[in-house]
């Protein structure tokens, strides 16, 4: 269907819920891939309308009711479920999703597992016109997709657009002055372990240093270093300074580094190349670093993820895959991405204490990986209720400012 007869065809669907005294509870829906200027970078245009396609075929073939759709973009399409009775449109998004969730996609004779947000909205009166109703469905799931994505999510009628910051350009200057003159500070967070071990762990996390001496965060600067294509040069120069620290300063300490990581080492054999290089020269990180790779920069290059996999396996160097929630790809962190270590997304955290049956949705998906030696680390713990019902639901690990917040040197006390 072309765009401007869906569009059309929401219209009348809605003048005809609004003039009607029944609210028949007609829905719509936005499919958005995460993460679409990456996959557009590694496919193209082409890549992205393959998948957008393969879209269109799950929907009609296993939707249960009436569906017209069309593309918006390139990185997304919409929906329309004109006729669903009461909660139809809340089941049948849930099960698109796991389709989605479960499924595989091929693009130029790659295979690509893909992350994605769909948000969903049932006709309501406090949306002025379809218009709105539209507009409100896009912005908010562009909104949940920025956030990190990988989420279903209904959306209530006064969800607003965000302000883009003005201020990337600003900050990508000063990462750029701070990478040049090795200015980048780096503050160590505790991962606390549920059970005895004989190393302790913490998370490395790089803050850049404003004029005024405050400590700038990285959710400040990742973006615009993404977009800009130099975050692999701030990954490099994390790797490099830890690297630096375990074997001068920390060279005797049992601890171990989590390091999170873009997605050059997955994408690039160079760097692959170079870690590979420093690790033979420097052999304290083996067995003392842990790469944290966000999960859908896996996703978005199983074969180069793989590749890079078995590289630190050989190297000693352990594997962490992050933002995960109980729909991501289980199968594939069992099988065949296998990682020593598992953080679950901090909305899952979150909604973990507040949703009755996530919990056994959870140890349902993660007993695979945790029988083959994964460990969980639960992130974002921010009260003393939070970490107990956490610990009771089998955490291995966990991280927050409720553990301890991120501290200038490690110091293991006593």
């Known amino acids: ?63 249960d009711v009436e569906v017209c759709v069309t593309r918006l973009n390139e990185r997304c399409i919409v929906g329309l479920l004109p006729h669903s009775s009461v909660r139809t449109t809340e089941k049948q998004m849930a099960k698109l999703f796991k389709l989605l969730a479960e499924s595989t996609f091929d693009v130029r004779k790659e295979s690509l597992a893909v992350s994605v947000t769909l948000g969903y909205v049932e006709f309501d009166h406090r949306f002025t016109d379809a218009d709105r109703l539209l507009l409100s469905l896009v912005r908010g799931t562009e909104k949940t997709s920025a956030a990190g994505g ?31 003159k090795d200015a980048i500070k780096v503050l160590f967070q505790p991962i606390m372990a549920t059970a005895s071990e004989p ?13 005024d001496g405050s400590l700038i965060a990285a959710a400040a600067f990742i973006s615009p270093a993404r977009e800009a294509g130099v975050l692999a040069t701030l990954d490099r120069w994390m790797i490099s300074h830890c690297a630096n620290l375990l074997a001068n300063e920390y060279q005797f300490l049992p601890i171990r580094l989590f390091l999170s990581q873009g997605d050059s080492l997955i994408q690039q054999p160079e760097r692959r190349d170079w870690l590979e290089k420093l ?9 003392k670093l842990a790469l944290d790779f966000a999960l859908p920069d896996v996703l978005g290059n199983i074969k180069g993820a793989r ?10 160097i352990e594997i962490c895959v992050s933002q995960v929630d109980e729909h991501s790809r289980w199968d594939l962190l069992v099988d065949e991405l296998p990682a020593d270590f598992i953080k679950m997304s901090p909305g899952f955290v979150r909604r973990l204490a507040e949703e009755e049956t996530l919990e056994h949705a959870f140890r349902k998906a993660s007993t695979p990986a945790r029988e083959r030696g994964a460990k969980i680390i639960m992130p974002m713990v921010e009260d003393a209720g939070m970490a107990a019902n956490l610990w009771r639901v089998g955490a291995d690990y966990m991280q927050g400012f409720m553990i301890q917040e991120a501290q200038d040197k490690i110091d293991l006390g006593d």
């Open 1 to 63: 269907m072309k765009l401007e007869e869906f569009i059309s065809e929401l219209v009348s669907a809605y003048e005809s819920f609004t003039s009607s005294d029944r609210d028949a509870p007609s829905g719509c829906f936005c499919l958005m891939l995460d993460h679409w200027d990456r996959l557009r970078g590694q496919h193209g245009y082409r890549g992205l309308l393959e998948v957008l396609r393969q879209f269109f075929d799950l929907v009609d073939k296993h939707l």
């Open 150 to 180: 990988n989420e279903i999510r209904q959306i209530k009628p006064d969800v607003s657009a965000d302000q883009a910051s003005g201020s990337d350009r600003q900050m990508l200057g000063l990462l750029m002055e701070s990478l040049r």
């Open 199 to 211: 190393a302790q762990s913490f998370q490395a996390l790089p803050r850049l240093v404003a004029a």
């Open 279 to 287: 690790t033979e020269k420097n052999r304290s990180l083996s067995g």
């Open 307 to 316: 590749e890079l996999f078995v590289l630190l396996d050989r190297l000693g």
